[in-house]
């Protein structure tokens, strides 16, 4: 049995942490003994629809918590085939993968508008550039220091050498992947599958494609990682969780909208609120829109007006300490392996009950102990 397995996601502290000095103390505090992994998220916009414009590059941050921490492994969560070209990526990970002692993870998706649009970055065909991605990474990463040629539809070089060989014999590649499309394509090619999914239930739902996937493509299940990446938030009061779940349920009308169909929240009439957003539901994504301030969230609301609070209560990776220990054990049994987990609470300068500080010390002394106990 494959014992479970936390990574923490340290993106929303770049973002509000005012000085470098201040994030790079969120790392030392990760007990390794606790923690698996150290994720961080490829962003150079904000996320819709709040997130400010504060993003280190990730890159060379591995770099500097690598010297901090000796054990557990890092990873993106995850970066996109448009703005590295493959060959200085495979690079920069070759890298990454020397400096962490072979303990690096490269987590890919099919990118996100607010990292692309508004920055004049070409977005064309982002699931077919993302296969030949990573075919390109792998070319170079396996190429042991040896001439090695690519000709593709995107990418195309001769002769190329790539040395040092990586310390691992194949780095493991990760898709995000939320679509039908891109959950085959990781059962194709992919070493893990990180999705954004809002529940248990729709995790196991998406997981048959993934599953399908490998087993049509004669893959080894237990040569692959099934992970999970999701906002946390603990709370015990009513009104605070009430909030949480108020912006969940309007989340769930632009994040997942792939979801309403098979959790039985659809209706036809829901395809004309979403074409006055000016959206198509089946091939609404992240890719889509890179700013929330010319969306109508009354159009937003009536999306999702049918679908009760409590399921969104239910559902979402909220609520109170035991509440949230039970979604993660149903997960667990579900199939997830590896979770990534970023805490939603807020950060203050002092940890009152159920800041940002308090629900990391939840989870490093008392939740995911448990969980590492039991599963």
Known sequence: MVKVKFGID??????????????????????????????????????????????YNIWPLFSVFAELKSKVQFG?????????????????VMTLDHVTNGRFIYGIGPGEAWNLDLYGIDKTKPISKMEEYIKVLRTLWKSDGKKVSFEGEFYKFKDAILQPKPIQESIPVWIGANGPRTRKLTGTIADGWLPYSFSADTYKIEMKDVKNSLQASNR????????????????????????????????MALQHPYSLKPLGFWKEEKRELYRKLGFEPETLSPLKFFTADNIDFDIVSQIVSDI????????????????????????????????VLMIDNSLRAKPKPYTWEHVFQLLSEEIIPYLKENY
């Open 76 to 92: 993106s969560a995850v970066t996109d085939p448009h703005r590295y070209l493959p060959q200085i990526m495979a690079q920069i």
């Open 10 to 55: 340290l993106s929303l502290e770049s973002y509000t942490s005012k000085t470098f000095q201040r994030y790079r103390n969120f790392v030392k505090d990760i007990k390794e003994e606790i923690w698996d992994g150290i994720w961080l998220g490829d962003h150079l916009g904000g996320i819709p629809p709040s997130s400010p414009f504060r993003n």
């Open 220 to 251: 080894n299940l237990e040569n692959f990682t099934f992970g999970y990446w999701n906002w946390i938030f603990i709370h015990e009061e009513k009104r605070a969780l009430d909030g949480y779940t108020a912006e969940k349920k309007l989340s």
């Open 308 to 339: 009760p609070d409590d399921f969104i209560r239910k559902s979402a990776l909220m609520g109170t300490r035991e509440e949230v220990i039970n979604k993660l054990e149903t997960l667990i049994k579900t199939g997830v392996q590896y979770f």
